[in-house]
């Protein structure tokens, strides 16, 4: 078959160039890390530990944000966590009143699951555990989606792609698509198909491709911080240089908090803790 100079290779070049823009405006928009400053021996604002722990993982999900969510919630007084043996494993949390401060939505997320697990006001940490991991991944993903607004809401992150690139990006997409349709109904008319199949084929051919661009553009990829979101993070990382300095970090068990307070959900936040003292890793399946 014969194709005509125009759509000989018409499909796979603009596919081509369209791909190769988009990789440059994701390569461009990539989440970075500023240079921390000088340690800071205080927290530097306030901001909650979960948007903390995203914005210095580049807008990632990381469990480090559920474990310093419930260790803030502890300093703040709505859970209390009690270490009644040797054990940090042996934790449990217990539902309080609080500082009488508003939640966020993914702070009460948390609650919620320590009281849907109580008994008489009380879970271990090791019960809080999912038992479906489709049920676990519909948590998390809920929680990551309220901590990415509310950093949003600060003015700290933005998608990825602005608007201005998606439009760009989602028009350009029409060019290898009509390029599609043009082709399929050429081919369609040379194999002497009826009008309307070639117009159906034609029309599924280039939604499909359309369709595939489409995803590709608004897939949810991580955010990237503003202009405030990077001076911010810069300061957490400085904050974080103290805390690493700082003697006993390390040894530091879940029950803790009731003497460090909020410096060590923080402290948590920024990835500090060591793993094996994480309250909702691998026993919570979050």
Do not use: C
Not at 94 to 99: E, V
Not at 239 to 253: F, K, W
């Amino acid at each position: 078959m014969d194709w005509p100079p125009f759509l000989q290779l018409s499909v796979p070049v603009t596919l081509a160039v369209w791909v190769l823009l988009t990789a440059v405006a994701l390569w461009r928009s990539r989440p970075r890390l500023p240079e921390p400053g000088a340690p800071l021996s205080t927290p530097p604002g306030e901001e909650p530990p979960a948007v903390v722990s995203l914005m210095i993982n580049k807008w990632r999900p990381d469990e480090d944000a559920i474990d310093s969510t419930l260790l803030d919630l502890a300093a703040r007084g709505f859970l209390e966590l009690r270490q009644p043996g040797e054990e940090p494993q042996e934790t449990t949390v217990r539902l309080r009143k609080g500082d009488g401060r508003s939640l966020t939505s993914y702070e009460q997320q948390v609650l919620d699951r320590v009281s849907q697990l109580s008994v008489n006001g009380e879970a271990s940490l090791t019960s809080l555990a999912f038992r479906s991991w489709t049920e676990a991944r519909r948590w998390r993903g809920a929680f990551y989606r309220a901590v990415i607004e509310e950093a949003r809401t600060r003015g700290l992150s933005q998608r990825r792609l602005s608007r201005p690139t998606r439009r760009t990006l989602l028009g350009g997409a029409f060019v290898p698509a009509g390029f599609m349709f043009a082709t399929w109904m050429w081919a369609a008319f040379k194999l002497h198909a009826n009008l309307a199949d070639q117009i159906t084929g034609s029309l599924m051919a280039a939604a499909a491709i359309y369709l595939v661009m489409y995803f590709v553009v608004e897939l949810r990829w991580s955010d990237q911080n503003t202009a405030e979101g990077t001076r911010v993070a810069g300061a957490w990382l400085a904050y974080r240089a103290h805390l690493v300095a700082v003697e006993g970090v390390n040894d530091l068990a879940p029950a803790d908090v009731a003497s460090w307070g909020r410096e060590m959900a923080f402290a948590s936040a920024l990835g500090v803790l060591p793993t094996e003292e994480a309250l909702m890793r691998s026993r919570v399946a979050l």
